[in-house]
């Protein structure tokens, strides 16, 4: 759709290339000799945040290529677990390495409530209300 109506801000929004495939897009690009990020040329279909979970099993390719990354989120990892546990607080995390193994969606936390898990739950209890 190329104009729509911004419901929150009151405002119609012009999305010129929303209908466009891939190819369309490449060849715009190449016809007007647009700078890509070189990431694209090592065959990555998404630029962004590395690790970011929108990338799925990407992420693992991510923090090969940039294992200074995957310290970093290790590092992060570590001091939210360092503050948690100066705050008398428990989790199911035992350190940063099984937070990054959660966050990589490698190992479940025991108990851990899934989406599908949510839906049954709100569908269960919205008959008590």
Avoid at 15 to 38: A, K, M, T
Avoid at 44 to 72: D, L, Q
Wanted: with cysteine; hydrophobic share 40%; glycine share 6%.
């Amino acid at each position: 759709m190329l104009f729509e109506t911004c419901t929150i801000k009151g405002k119609r929004i012009c999305n010129p290339i929303v209908d466009w495939l891939d190819r369309d897009i490449w060849d715009y690009i190449q016809s007007e000799r647009i700078p890509v990020n070189l990431l694209y040329e090592w065959g990555f279909h998404r630029v962004g945040c590395i690790g970011c979970p929108m990338a799925a099993k990407n992420r693992w390719t991510e923090f090969r290529i940039f294992p200074s990354y995957k310290r970093a989120y290790l590092r992060a990892f570590g001091m939210m677990m360092t503050s948690i546990q100066e705050q008398g607080i428990t989790t199911r995390w035992k350190d940063a390495e099984d937070v990054f193994a959660w966050w990589m969606e490698d190992k479940n936390t025991e108990g851990q409530i899934s989406l599908s898990d949510l839906e049954l739950w709100r569908a269960e209890n919205e008959k008590w209300e």
